[in-house]
């Protein structure tokens, strides 16, 4: 049954990877279970309750896409870069949706991103999202899914995808089980990251542990400080 919701935001805290592909827009989840909570996830219609401004971005709808980027991409940059499909995720879940509007990034955070993957630049700019808002002017919930279903605590802890009004605000959120975290668990985030995609990938945070005006958004709920990953299939190759 279509349950098409307009104005949807989804907020994203912890380390996750986006992927783009041509069918869907999908959330890889890593497994860090024995460093971060299971992820939980929350509905709401009051931007109040989450306490994270979300409904304060302001995104430019009329902004054109770059052609080298996945999808329309505004706020704070994300690591991005191409990379074909893995055959085997180990991916701790996956939610599976459709195509954003926009990928508002937040919280920025400086570091240093390299890579000994051949075929992957290391990306020139140093400041990367620890947190993502997907923006969708237009939604069918019906069509979000999530794989593995994941072992809720309680029934209420699982999201009820229903219009919540006007506009609604759904959290997938990962927090760390010791904050602040340190440098080191941020770059083990990373790292795992890249993993699960199958690439070698590294980051350090420099001084964005010490520097009060590039440090992480310490608000209820946190992230790790790992830079976020949009990440897409090659483009095919030019006839």
Same mark, same amino acid.
């Given at each position: 049954? #279509? @349950?098409v919701?307009? *104005? !949807?935001h989804?907020?994203?805290?912890g380390?996750?990877?986006l992927?783009?592909d041509?069918?869907?827009?999908?959330? !890889?989840?890593p497994? !860090?279970?024995?460093?971060?909570?299971?992820? +939980?996830?929350?509905a709401?219609?009051?931007?109040?309750e989450?306490?994270?401004?979300? &409904?304060t971005?302001?995104?430019? $709808?009329? $902004?054109?896409? *770059?052609?080298?980027d996945?999808?329309?991409? *505004?706020?704070?940059?994300?690591?991005?870069?191409?990379?074909?499909? @893995? /055959?085997?995720?180990?991916?701790?879940?996956?939610?599976r949706l459709?195509?954003?509007?926009?990928v508002? +990034?937040?919280?920025?955070a400086?570091?240093?991103i390299?890579?000994?993957?051949?075929?992957?630049?290391d990306?020139?700019?140093?400041?990367?999202?620890?947190k993502?808002?997907?923006?969708? #002017?237009?939604?069918?919930?019906?069509?979000?899914k999530?794989?593995?279903?994941?072992? &809720?605590?309680?029934? /209420?802890? $699982?999201?009820d995808? =229903?219009?919540l009004?006007?506009a609604?605000q759904?959290l997938l *959120?990962? /927090?760390?089980i010791?904050?602040?975290t340190s440098e080191?668990?941020a770059?083990?985030?990373?790292?795992n990251?890249?993993?699960?995609?199958g690439?070698?990938?590294?980051?350090?945070q420099?001084?964005?542990?010490?520097?009060i005006?590039?440090n992480?958004?310490?608000?209820k709920?946190?992230?790790? +400080?790992?830079?976020l990953?949009l =990440?897409?299939?090659?483009?095919?190759p /030019?006839?």
């Amino acid at each position: 049954m #279509e @349950t098409v919701l307009f *104005d !949807l935001h989804v907020l994203l805290s912890g380390p996750f990877v986006l992927r783009n592909d041509e069918d869907w827009f999908r959330i !890889l989840i890593p497994d !860090l279970m024995d460093t971060h909570y299971k992820p +939980g996830f929350t509905a709401s219609n009051n931007a109040a309750e989450l306490d994270n401004g979300v &409904w304060t971005v302001s995104f430019d $709808k009329q $902004k054109k896409r *770059d052609p080298r980027d996945p999808v329309n991409t *505004d706020g704070t940059p994300l690591d991005m870069f191409c990379w074909p499909r @893995t /055959q085997n995720s180990s991916a701790f879940a996956t939610v599976r949706l459709p195509t954003p509007d926009c990928v508002y +990034g937040l919280s920025p955070a400086n570091a240093e991103i390299s890579s000994d993957t051949d075929t992957l630049d290391d990306p020139p700019n140093y400041t990367y999202a620890t947190k993502v808002v997907l923006i969708y #002017e237009s939604v069918d919930l019906s069509s979000v899914k999530i794989f593995p279903t994941p072992d &809720w605590h309680s029934p /209420q802890d $699982k999201p009820d995808l =229903v219009p919540l009004g006007s506009a609604a605000q759904l959290l997938l *959120d990962m /927090q760390p089980i010791v904050v602040p975290t340190s440098e080191d668990h941020a770059m083990m985030a990373y790292r795992n990251m890249a993993k699960m995609v199958g690439v070698n990938r590294f980051m350090r945070q420099g001084s964005a542990m010490s520097n009060i005006d590039l440090n992480l958004e310490r608000a209820k709920y946190n992230d790790c +400080g790992a830079a976020l990953m949009l =990440v897409s299939p090659p483009p095919p190759p /030019q006839q």
